[in-house]
């Protein structure tokens, strides 16, 4: 009892110790993020949490690397081991920051228990053909299969299962011996990125190689030489593309005006064409209200100490989120 006590007391009155792989010195507006934490009992996860316990770069720019995107908690969270993991994801190409997360142990469950549908695969087909049809017609009139149907007929069954497979046993028979059976097989999904149609093989090439870089840049961090040549085939492929798509856009604006009068259905085609894929496009808009009712009955459902969290810490959040919104990025090692 003493000892668990003893432990208690050391986890609450230490402080896990974070890495950092940025080195540089906090600027202004990190001394204030590091001042927020000591006052407010918070800590930052980045460097002392399981799955990212180095403090990796969050911000790679052609010039270098920062940590400068934070997950900020409670220390009280951390003590009772309520934070699971933070994660720093690798560098891609849609940002110049890496997208960070983090998961919380909750008590909350979901007790509601849905069972998802299995359809088995379509077993195969016959391939109906004229000779193939009034073969079917005469065998299906044929004395043994006659006999077959006026049994089925006959018999009486409990339930409907065992009437429906006894009728598809004498019809697939027959159909069997009339048509050629193919069997089916299940064809592969593949989830290709659309492209747009002004995306050519040369920005392909060049978006592979921005991704190589990338991929080099999360194996290699610390190498500068990686990172100016991902930044120097970014600004390509994105001069590329304006290229390409402008061209794109000129080429169908000649062919309208060329196809209006010499070929008015080619001209029909093309227009037709720009028209369904405008609709495609198009992405319904969510309302306001409705976006803001979802996340404020989210939010009245979790109770704390009997009573609403949001009308318990409402100016605290307040508060927090005063201070905060004057900091820019920030560069810390608190």
């Known amino acids: 009892m003493i000892r668990s006590i003893i432990v208690t007391l050391l986890l609450v009155n230490s402080s896990t110790p974070r890495n950092n792989l940025d080195h540089k010195r906090p600027n202004k507006s990190g001394k204030l993020l590091i001042e927020l934490c000591k006052e407010a009992g918070l800590r930052i996860l980045n460097g002392r949490t399981i799955g990212d316990l180095l403090g990796k770069y969050t ?51 979901d007790n509601t228990k849905t069972q998802q549908a299995y359809l088995k695969p379509l077993p195969g087909k016959f391939l109906w ?12 009139q044929d004395k043994n299969t006659s006999t077959k149907l006026r049994k089925f007929l006959s018999t009486k069954y409990l339930n409907c299962n065992e009437a429906v497979n006894d009728l598809n046993t004498i019809l697939q028979e027959t159909a069997l011996a009339s048509a050629k059976f193919i069997k089916g097989r299940l064809k592969k ?46 600004s390509k492929l994105r001069r590329k593309c304006k290229q390409e798509e402008k061209l794109y856009k000129n080429k169908i604006c000649s062919d309208l005006s060329n196809n209006i009068k010499s070929d008015p259905k080619s001209f029909w085609d093309l227009l037709n064409k720009l028209k369904r894929a405008s609709e495609n496009n198009t992405t319904e808009k969510l309302d306001e209200q409705t976006f803001y009712n979802f996340f404020k009955n989210l939010n009245s459902c979790f109770l704390y ?7 318990v810490s409402k100016q605290e959040i307040y508060e927090l989120n005063t201070m905060l919104s004057s900091l820019p990025r920030v560069r810390s090692h608190d």
Not at 129 to 140: K, M
Not at 191 to 210: A, E, H, I, M, Q
Request: glycine share 4%; hydrophobic share 30%; aromatic share 16%.
């Open 59 to 109: 911000c790679i720019k052609y010039n270098g690397s920062s940590v400068v995107d934070y997950a900020v908690a409670s220390a009280n969270l951390l003590h009772v081991y309520a934070i699971n993991s933070f994660t720093v994801h690798d560098f891609t190409t849609l940002s110049d920051h890496c997208a960070i997360s983090c998961s919380l142990l909750t008590s909350f469950y």
């Open 129 to 140: 053909d004229s000779e193939a049809i009034n073969r079917y017609s005469t065998l299906i």
């Open 189 to 234: 999904q593949t989830n290709k990125p659309k492209r747009k149609p002004w995306f050519s093989g040369s920005c392909d090439d060049l978006y592979k190689t921005v991704k190589h870089y990338a991929f080099l840049i999360n194996k290699f961090p610390f190498n500068g030489a990686y990172r100016k040549e991902y930044y120097s085939y970014r």
């Open 305 to 311: 100490k009997g009573k609403n969290i949001n009308k």
